[in-house]
């Protein structure tokens, strides 16, 4: 018996090892710049996060630090550091001169050293509208702001508590960590002197320190030290410093 083969339209059926591996080849290579496209993306999202998280961080404790500094040298009677000459004078109802007193709340004391940097403020805080002259200071009367260095946190002190400062934190630790806080207070007096009955020109003549406090916080996130935001503002003190008398 003679064997005939015959070739009429063969059709391949499947994938030959060749095309099956040049498949898988391209596959991968999109699935990795698919994957490389992604990781970008959260990576790029996270840092975003980080540095929104950050700057309102920054933002919360600087809106903080402002509100509280503006009280800066508030007494309560303002009155009080003004002269007020006598009246009634050559009557039964003779009231004698009563001299101006010196604000106790004017001064403004910065500090810095190893652990902390620390700017020291006061003001009268009365009981129903109620002030008690600023004679001496109470404990609910001493404020201030502070930067740890070593925490790496920011506090504001409210009052004292056992006669000691009493600092609450305004900036959390786990989620900004403050790599610098600089503030600077700088002191410009106004004289007075030609508003005196004679005018004063010496030294001791009454001027006016109107004060201006800026500030530059630097925060760094927590959890990527590449996230860094630094805000910077300024805040003049309202209670401007009364200082000298006329002759």
């Not at 994938?15 to 993306?41: C, D, F, H, K, Y």
């Not at 402002?66 to 009557?91: K, N």
């Not at 900036?171 to 600089?182: A, G, K, M, N, Q």
Request: aromatic share 6%.
């Amino acid at each position: 018996m003679r064997l005939t083969s015959r070739h009429s339209g063969f059709a391949q059926q499947g994938l030959g090892l060749v095309e099956l591996m040049v498949g898988i080849t391209i596959g991968l290579i999109v699935a990795a710049g698919a994957s490389l496209i992604a990781v970008n993306q959260i990576t790029e999202h996270r840092r975003l996060m980080l540095e929104t998280q950050v700057q309102q961080d920054l933002r919360a404790a600087a809106d903080l630090l402002q509100q509280d500094m503006r009280r800066a040298g508030f007494r309560g009677e303002a009155q009080l550091g003004v002269w007020e000459p006598a009246s009634g004078v050559g009557t039964p109802l003779e009231v004698p001169a009563k001299l101006a007193t010196a604000n106790l709340y004017a001064p403004l004391i910065r500090s810095d050293d190893d652990r902390a940097r620390a700017l020291e403020y006061r003001y009268a805080r009365g009981t129903l509208g109620e002030y008690s002259g600023g004679a001496e200071l109470s404990s609910n009367e001493y404020f201030g702001i502070k930067w740890d260095k070593v925490k790496g946190t920011l506090y504001l002190q409210l009052g004292k508590k056992d006669d000691q400062p009493n600092w609450q934190p305004i900036t959390d630790p786990e989620t900004v960590e403050i790599v610098d806080f600089d503030i600077q207070v700088s002191d410009q007096q106004i004289p007075l002197g030609e508003f005196c009955d004679s005018p004063c020109t010496a030294a001791g003549c009454p001027a006016q320190g109107v004060r201006l406090v800026e500030f530059k916080i630097r925060g760094r996130a927590k959890h990527d030290g590449a996230v860094t935001r630094t805000l910077t503002g300024a805040e003049r003190i309202r209670a401007d410093a009364m200082t000298g008398a006329c002759p």
